[in-house]
């Protein structure tokens, strides 16, 4: 766990080799699988960030506006909602803007923890948000958020956010076991005010993930480029193409890089072969009902406090709740 220098309140950590290692391992084994997978968290290197940012501009991608939209009808309710000094906790800040609805609106915000695997793209969005809430407490984590993360200690009460519908990267299963983790560490009486996208047409959920500028399809060759950069690999680039598709029957997209030809690539010390079109796969974005994500949240423990739905269903946040409290 990194945690960056960006003004004199914030603490400051020196970066170690650690990720590296956890990164070269998780390659190997999932190149070696009998299904071969990477990761969605390793797409967000400095490169990956800012695909992702140019994804979320795209007209066919949906999500990023929807939510942005109705974020802002969120705060102006939770302003009148919550009253006791809050600190929040994000997890996958990624460019700092989602939150930034909540900062401009909610008067008992006290500090603000942004937690991203990505150091060096987290340091450059933390500056930013330092100029525009120059009187706001920053305390940014770079750390993988799907392990367990020291929380630097506040006297205001835990509030945990996670938008952009990342909860839809986990199966169910490990969807409740991320947000029962999530709630032992935000603690008693704790909120988590989450996006979730929803289930709708495959031709629209096939156009936000397959967008006719090819960004999605660059987006997720990077994660092959990463490894050559920072694990020493060779693969070639140009013999992978990028395919994604919404599979009914699971209610997810599935993201794939599909090998258009029978070749053998190595990876630091690891020798790993693909036969022509064995996919590696990258990505699971679920999609959720309301009545599926409030059983969801059940299981881990969470209860529903409110719900915001967007224009013709496109996509949902829900403010979940730990103890009986509708309202402080």
């Known amino acids: 766990m990194n945690t960056l220098e960006a003004t004199g309140r914030q603490r400051k950590l020196a970066l170690d080799c650690e990720i590296d290692h956890v990164f070269y391992n998780d390659v190997i084994n999932g190149l070696s699988a009998t299904r071969k997978n990477l990761a969605p968290k390793y797409f967000y290197d400095t490169r990956g960030s800012r695909?992702?940012?140019?994804?979320?501009?795209?007209?066919?991608?949906?999500?990023?506006?929807?939510?942005?939209?109705?974020?802002?009808?969120?705060?102006?309710?939770?302003?009148?909602?919550?009253?006791?000094?809050?600190?929040?906790?994000?997890?996958?800040?990624g460019s700092l803007e989602k939150i930034q609805p909540l900062l401009?609106?909610?008067?008992?915000?006290?500090?603000?923890?942004?937690?991203?695997?990505?150091?060096?793209?987290?340091?450059?969005?933390?500056?930013?948000?330092?100029?525009?809430?120059?009187?706001?407490?920053?305390?940014?984590?770079?750390?993988?958020?799907?392990?367990?993360?020291?929380?630097?200690?506040?006297?205001?009460?835990?509030?945990?956010?996670?938008?952009?519908?990342?909860?839809?990267?986990?199966?169910?299963?490990?969807?409740?076991?991320?947000?029962?983790?999530?709630?032992?560490?935000?603690g008693a009486d704790a909120y988590l005010l989450i996006g979730v996208d929803t289930k709708k047409s495959a031709r629209l959920l096939h156009r936000a993930y397959n967008d006719r500028e090819g960004i999605t399809a660059r987006f997720n060759l990077n994660i092959l480029?990463?490894?050559?950069?920072?694990?020493?690999?060779?693969?070639?680039?140009?013999?992978?193409?990028?395919?994604?598709?919404?599979?009914?029957?699971?209610?997810?997209?599935?993201?794939?890089?599909?090998?258009?030809?029978?070749?053998?690539?190595?990876i630091g010390d690891e020798t790993i072969h693909f036969n022509q079109g064995e996919s590696i796969h990258t990505e699971n974005s679920y999609k959720y009902t309301p009545e599926e994500f409030t059983a969801l949240a059940g299981n881990a423990g969470w209860r529903i406090s409110r719900e915001w739905m967007a224009d013709k269903n496109l996509f949902s946040v829900f403010l979940l709740s730990t103890g009986s409290q509708a309202s402080d």
């Open 104 to 186: 401009s609106t909610m008067e008992c915000i006290d500090s603000y923890v942004p937690i991203d695997i990505s150091a060096e793209s987290l340091k450059q969005a933390c500056q930013t948000l330092i100029e525009k809430f120059p009187g706001l407490e920053i305390l940014p984590i770079a750390a993988d958020f799907t392990t367990e993360v020291e929380i630097p200690p506040s006297d205001a009460a835990d509030f945990g956010f996670f938008p952009g519908s990342t909860i839809g990267n986990y199966t169910p299963s490990d969807a409740v076991d991320f947000l029962r983790a999530a709630r032992q560490s935000l």
């Open 225 to 266: 480029h990463r490894i050559n950069r920072e694990l020493n690999g060779d693969i070639n680039l140009h013999k992978f193409e990028h395919y994604a598709f919404y599979n009914p029957h699971r209610g997810r997209i599935e993201m794939h890089l599909v090998s258009t030809d029978e070749q053998v690539c190595t």
């Open 51 to 93: 695909y992702f940012d140019a994804i979320c501009r795209l007209p066919e991608y949906y999500p990023y506006r929807v939510e942005l939209r109705l974020l802002h009808q969120v705060a102006a309710e939770l302003n009148q909602l919550l009253e006791r000094p809050l600190n929040i906790i994000e997890f996958g800040a």
